[in-house]
Each structure stands twice: as structure tokens, then as C-alpha cells.
């Protein structure tokens, strides 16, 4: 009687995926370098500390261009572009304007209108990159020139000037009051604006949808590995276009912000927005090639870029200056990344 041998057990130990090293961690570095930022200016400029001059116009500041940065977030997770954020949200804002002026709308339903007009706009964009396979950088760019000629056709004919007279009641507020305005007994809150509640809630909806849901784990698949999607049996035309459209509404809330800062639905709204909304995400970490974002990154990378503009406004550089500081510092962000990729790469980390 033979007895058959049992089949030699092999097992292989799996890999261990290294994690990268704390510092080449993104997040970790933007902290140090935000640190870093406020003790140099604070430091050559005492008043950059001071209260009603500097912080309280740098937090609505802050919460303007983060609400843009989500906005290009939206897209970049596709590897896509939004080169026309800007117009979009001077689009919702001029819908916003006429409602109120027009219909008597009053804030809330000016805002919704305003959301609406912005996930249109996007939604059209994502609908010509997914149904033609156009590159969104062509389709965005386009749209853009686009809406210069028709928001300046609609501000001459329907206001016969630059800006609507008037705005809805309690923009004002959001302008110009803070959270210290407002008093329970003697307990007073502090010194936050009322606009960045605002865009604290779009960062938090906006890291849920990519975190939990289904849609935004499909978006970043999509990203990832269009193809692979597919095959997947994703949907991923709807996710382009649903991207765009949620691209196309975050703008529209960044220019409803914007307006409450400046006190004016006005034709030049947003024509700042195209640079901050690259560097905030990219300076997060995430990813231009689609697949990973990071709206905590985001938050941090708003920051910093407003930061840096607010330090050398007080130091009294131009307005040139500061565009070429901002670009050298998107630059090496960009640069930085690549780095920090090639090292994990080498390392076998896992980022």
C-alpha cells in the first residue's frame, strides 16, 4: 500500500508595504512651512498678528479660496481641468444678482439659483468632454472665453454698468460681521467671519463624498483608470459629468462668497480664481493626473497661498511681485511632489 505524499505547502510571506517616512510626508510639511510663514511675517511685520486688520480679512480670504480650490478638486480627480472655474462662478454670481434684483429673490433662494446656474455650466462641460472625448483643458478653456463675451453682454444689458445696485439682505452681515458680534449673556464668540462656516461645511461635504460614497470612490476610480472602470461596469460618463457639474456648483459657492467679501455681484468677480485653484489642491498633494485627493491638503495648501499673499501685501511688495512669488511656489510644489514620489517609489512606500 503506497501512501501519496500531501502536496508541499509553499507560503510566501507577503510583502510588506513600507509607509513613507513622516518627513516626506505632505501634510506634515505644509504644517511646518504654514508655522513657518506666520513666525517670518508676524515677525517682520508685528501688525500681520493684529485682529481686524489682518486675521479677520485673511480667514474670509482663506474661505473664498478654499471654496475655489474644491471647485478644481472636483475635476482633478478625473485628471481633468477647469480652466473656466472663474467664469463660472461670476456666471452664478450675475444669476444671483438677477434674481434678487429682478424677482425679489431673497438670500437663500439667490444662493440656490446661483448653485444651479454653476452645476449647469459644469455639467455642459463635463457632457462635451465625455460625449466627444475633447480634452477638458480645450473644452474648459473654450467655455471660459465663452462666458467673458456673455457676462459682459449680460452685466451692459441688464444693469447698464459693472454691478447689480443692491444685494439680498444679510450679505452685508456676512461681510462685515463676525461670530464676536453675536453674544449669549456675556459669553461673546470669536473673532471668525461669518462666510467660513461656509466653506468648513463644502470641505466636509466634499471629503465625505470621497470618502464614503459611492460616487466619489467611482469619480476617483474613474481617474485612476478609466479603462479599468469600464471594465468594472462603471458608468463613467455620468461620473465625468456629474464631476463637472459638482466643479461647476462648488464655483458657484465660491463666487457667492466672494460677492459677500466685496459687497457686489460685479462683472470682474473670479477673474483671480485660476491660479489659487490649482495651488491649493496641487500644494495638498493632490494628484494631476486624476485618482487621489486630498481635501484636508487642500485646506492646508488655501492657506498657505493666502497667507503668503497677505505677508507680502503688508511687506509691500506689487501686485506683480506677488504673482511671480505665487507662481515660483506652485512651481515647487509641483517639483516637490515629483520628489516625494520617486523616493516612495524607490522605497516601495505606499503614500
Partial sequence: MSLATAPEKTSETPRKVARIPLWANPRIGLIVLLILLVVLFSTLRPAFLDTRLTLVPLQSDISVYLVVGLA??????????????????????????????????????????????????????????????????????AMDFA??????????????????????????????DTF??????????????????????????????????????????????????????????NRIVQAHALSGMVAALAGFLLAANNGAFSASLGDQFLL???????????????????????VLGATITQVIYKGLNLLQFQFDQLQLYIGL?????????RVRHVIAERRGAKL
Fill in 180 to 237: 464676536a458680534d453675536y453674544c449669549v449673556g456675556d459669553v461673546c464668540g470669536p473673532r471668525i467671519p461669518l462666510v467660513v462656516p461656509f466653506a468648513l461645511v463644502a470641505a466636509l461635504l466634499v471629503g465625505l463624498l470621497f470618502r464614503f460614497s459611492r460616487l466619489g470612490r467611482e469619480i476617483l476610480m474613474t481617474g485612476s483608470n478609466i479603462r479599468a472602470a469600464e471594465l468594472s461596469g462603471i458608468p463613467t460618463r
Fill in 276 to 298: 489659487p485653484s490649482f495651488l491649493a489642491p496641487v500644494l495638498g498633494g493632490t494628484l494631476l493626473a486624476g485618482g487621489a485627493v486630498s481635501v484636508l491638503g487642500t
Fill in 72 to 141: 478644481q478638486l472636483m475635476v482633478l480627480s478625473l485628471g481633468h481641468m477647469n480652466l473656466a472655474v472663474g467664469r463660472m462662478a461670476a456666471t452664478s454670481a450675475f444669476a444671483m444678482g438677477l434674481v434678487h434684483d429682478k424677482l425679489g429673490f431673497s438670500l437663500v433662494p439667490s444662493l440656490l439659483t446661483g448653485l444651479i446656474v454653476g452645476a449647469l455650466l459644469g455639467a455642459l462641460a463635463g457632457l462635451i468632454v465625455s460625449r466627444t472625448g475633447v480634452n477638458s483643458f480645450v473644452v474648459t478653456l
Fill in 329 to 337: 511656489v506652485l512651481l515647487a510644489a509641483l517639483s516637490l511632489d
Fill in 147 to 176: 462666458l467673458v463675451g456673455l457676462i459682459t453682454i449680460l452685466y451692459t444689458s441688464v444693469t447698464d454698468g459693472v454691478a447689480f445696485p443692491d444685494q439680498p439682505a444679510g450679505m452685508g452681515a456676512l461681510r462685515f
